[in-house]
């Protein structure tokens, strides 16, 4: 009889190897938006929780022995190596461009991160929670036109559980991460290096978008999304909010922005907007000017669940932000 794997006491949902990047032997500076302040802490003790991805009723569904932690492990693996070596690389002026299987995994490693957070739970609940408000609202206007109805009358709240299934489901379903990987794979990337001496910030929900969305993108998110639902059915109030969830998912801005370290920021542009972007992509840039430093961080400060990390002390700007 096998024994039953322990379960993971103190999940992250940013890995320990990427937040080294920004530490000093182990350590950063935290900066809390909640509370204002900063101080230094150990990078296990940051961007994790407990049982944080455990849920009532989901060894129903995975069965005993299943562990949502060994599924990030492959993926943190690859995506530390890429980042580390890019890194070194672009730091001893020997990097030329981003191979193609780095690259991919990456991707993969990007897309999982995406998935993972706590600020991504807390979307995926809010959008739960809308989407369940307006079918509702749509059902009783349908089978109850005389009834007056006020959008202000229904509140929908979605629980800890209903948001800890949903995030299950989207880490865990492999076409789901297939498809934010090769939407981010499939952009201009382009790897900017901070050479003015200040630090770039990342934060408990590090990939972060900036800019406006286009028709083609919604239009593209919105197929993408309606296909991978039709897999699932349509038992189950969540079936029938997944394309809708999906959709606001998939529909990404011009920009993504992921800190590689404090000295390199890798920015993902719309392919299709940055049309000119074909000869600059996977390769690198300096960056001396003050002012796309702070509009980088300011990005990581302003899309943060709660926190912001740096290797060094200095979060003036993250005050004057939250205030």
Known sequence: MSKRKPRVKKSHYVPQAYLRQFANDERLYVFDKAQRR?????????????????????????GPDYRVEDLFHGFEDAGARVIRDT???????????????????????????????????????QLMESISKESFLAHIRRTQP??????SWISISAD?????AAQFWLVSDEDVRVVVAG??????????HNETGNPFYTSDHPLAEHGEFGPAVESTATSMAQTLAEKFGEAGLFRKILPS?????????????????????????????????????GQMQPM???????????LQVMQAYRQVYSKDP??????????
């Open 38 to 62: 900063y101080y230094g802490s150990h990078i296990k003790d940051v961007c994790s929780e407990r049982d944080f991805y455990e849920c009532e009723g989901l060894e129903d569904v995975t």
């Open 87 to 125: 890194v070194e690389a672009i730091r001893q002026g020997a990097f030329t461009e981003l191979p193609k299987s780095q690259r991919l995994d990456l991707a993969l490693f990007l897309a999982m991160q995406h998935l993972r957070t706590k600020r991504m739970r807390e979307v995926a609940g």
């Open 146 to 151: 005389d009834l007056p109805m006020e959008d």
């Open 160 to 164: 800890e559980r209903a948001r800890t």
């Open 183 to 192: 939407m981010l794979n499939h952009r201009v990337w382009l790897l900017v």
């Open 245 to 281: 969830l999906l959709a606001n998912l998939f529909a990404m801005p011009l920009r993504v922005v992921f800190p590689l370290s404090p000295d390199v920021v890798l920015v993902m542009l719309d392919r299709q907007r940055y049309s000119g972007g074909a000869s600059i992509d």
């Open 288 to 298: 001396m000017d003050a002012r796309d430093l702070e509009f980088y961080n300011s």
């Open 314 to 323: 200095d979060f003036a700007l993250a005050l004057r932000l939250v205030q």
